[in-house]
T-cell receptor
Framework: ETGVTQSPTHLIKTRGQQVTLRCSSQ?????VSWYQQALGQGPQFIFQYYREEENGRGNFPPRFSGLQFPNYSSELNVNALELDDSALYLC????????????FGPGTRLLVL | AQRVTQPEKLLSVFKGAPVELKCNYS??????LFWYVQYSRQRLQLLLRHISRESIKGFTADLNKGETSFHLKKPFAQEEDSAMYYC????????????FGAGTILRVKS
């Protein structure tokens, strides 16, 4: 069984640029959630995708968008990057159900200069 | 709005001492609570969930709805317990999102 993987591991961008982060779900999972973790804080929910549809969104602006593909892998896109977008971005996959457990990837660390 | 509070940023104990990591929550519905742990250089992983009522690595946590708390306890700390611990609450109405606390670093000294 393959765990959740994310790419790239690190990324440096400048203000105003766009970035795409990728996540491969754990085998058998149909749901992907994305979280932003700023330094010294707990992860904050960005959004979740279930069967290729957005299934809930946190308090993030529309320049944060996502996709889920038929193989349940996912992308997080951030447009018009701001300095405050510098953070660790975590992807978590799960199988939707009563006792759903989210399994986290190692994260992508984004630095915006 | 839902919120998870972990009042201690750092908890330092000696090996063999009891551990209690505090977690309080605010949520109007019926909560589902979790503890996640992140060991050094490893990814975030589930430690335990309140509905399972299980003990994992000697840790237990009881949901106290009256005090809106879900404290994590272990009677005898071990050095390998040193890690970052996050308490989290699940909200089913918003895509099963997890709301995390800020985390507590547990440091077990020999």
């Amino acid at each position: 069984e393959t765990g959740v993987t994310q790419s790239p591991t690190h990324l440096i961008k400048t203000r105003g640029q766009q970035v795409t982060l990728r996540c491969s779900s754990q085998s058998g999972h149909n749901t992907v959630s994305w979280y932003q973790q700023a330094l010294g804080q707990g992860p904050q929910f960005i959004f979740q995708y279930y069967r290729e549809e957005e299934n809930g969104r946190g308090n993030f602006p529309p320049r944060f968008s996502g996709l889920q593909f038929p193989n349940y892998s996912s992308e997080l896109n951030v447009n018009a990057l701001e300095l405050d977008d510098s953070a660790l971005y975590l992807c978590a996959s799960s199988f939707s159900g009563v006792q759903e457990t989210q399994y986290f990837g190692p994260g992508t660390r984004l630095l915006v200069l | 709005a839902q919120r998870v509070t972990q009042p201690e940023k750092l908890l330092s104990v000696f090996k063999g001492a009891p551990v209690e990591l505090k977690c309080n929550y605010s949520y109007s519905g019926s909560p589902e609570l979790f503890w996640y742990v992140q060991y050094s250089r490893q990814r975030l992983q589930l430690l335990l969930r309140h509905i399972s009522r299980e003990s994992i690595k000697g840790f237990t946590a009881d949901l106290n709805k009256g005090e809106t708390s879900f404290h994590l306890k272990k009677p005898f700390a071990q050095e390998e317990d040193s890690a970052m611990y996050y308490c989290a609450l699940k909200r089913r109405e918003y895509g099963n999102k997890l709301v995390f606390g800020a985390g507590t670093i547990l440091r077990v000294k020999s």
